[in-house]
């Protein structure tokens, strides 16, 4: 089993920067991606970026060039630095453990949420 704890979020103007952290511990050297996921209020959850144990990344069209996903050598934390930020990315972030760079692993955070207002 892998355990997540995300933290950093909050409130934060238009324009403004936020900084998420997810914990992992557990069974973590079996895991091979982590990323973050974020649902909005009435939308279907979708990948925000992911990064592999080796460094690859992928990130959803909406967040080039804006946000940038990053972990440390342990391979127990992952960040995701947000930059810019709009109205448009209020939602619950979450962050996922598992196997793949482009679909959901097996495990979850609990979440943590933006919000993106004047």
């Known amino acids: 089993q892998v355990q997540l704890v995300e933290s950093g979020g909050g409130l934060v103007q238009p324009g403004g920067s936020l900084r998420l952290s997810c914990a992992a511990s557990g069974s973590i050297s079996g895991i091979s991606t982590m990323g973050w996921y974020r649902q909005a209020p009435g939308k279907q959850r979708e990948l925000v970026a992911g990064?592999?144990?080796?460094?690859?990344?992928n990130y959803a069209d909406s967040v080039k060039g804006r946000f940038t996903i990053s972990r440390n050598n342990a391979w127990n934390t992952v960040y995701l630095q947000m930059n810019s930020l709009k109205a448009e990315d209020t939602a619950v972030y979450y962050c996922?453990?598992?196997?793949?760079?482009?679909?959901?692993?097996?495990?979850w955070g609990r979440g943590t949420q933006v919000t993106v207002s004047a």
């Open positions: 996922n453990a598992g196997f793949s760079l482009f679909t959901e692993g097996p495990y």
């Open positions: 990064i592999t144990r080796g460094g690859r990344t």
